[in-house]
Nanobody, 119 residues
Framework: EVQLVESGGGLVQPGGSLRLSCAAS????????MNWYRQTPAKGREMVAG????????DYADSVKGRFTISRDNAKNMVYLQMNNLKHEDTAVYYC????????????WGQGTQVTVSS
């Protein structure tokens, strides 16, 4: 059974930091691209950051470049999102995603973790 379990969300003041973690199981972790998405009622779901390949290669939404860092530990089947200098507009439910290439069949989601940036 595939599982992606996010943790690390919470309430933080503007300018603060949070580190999200995603524990993966049930698939060959190092073969998958790993991504973080976020969702709000206003914007829907958008990709925040992705990490894939042997480099690894990373990719970020323009809105988080320079503030967020995605990383993975293939030995532990973990992916992380370090979020610094958080802004009100980063408030969202954050989801961990695992995808094998561009497959729609092998495309898995976690249950989400709430991040609220508020003073």
């Amino acid at each position: 059974e595939v599982q992606l379990v996010e943790s690390g969300g919470g309430l933080v003041q503007p300018g603060g930091s949070l580190r999200l973690s995603c524990a993966a199981s049930g698939f060959t972790f190092n073969e998958y691209g790993m991504n973080w998405y976020r969702q709000t009622p206003a914007k829907g779901r958008e990709m925040v950051a992705g990490i894939f390949g042997a480099g690894p290669i990373t990719d970020y939404a323009d809105s988080v470049k320079g503030r967020f860092t995605i990383s993975r530990d293939n030995a532990k089947n973990m992916v992380y999102l370090q979020m610094n200098n958080l802004k009100h507009e980063d408030t969202a439910v954050y989801y961990c995603n695992a995808r094998l290439g561009l497959s729609n069949l092998y495309n898995y989601w976690g249950q989400g973790t709430q991040v609220t940036v508020s003073s």
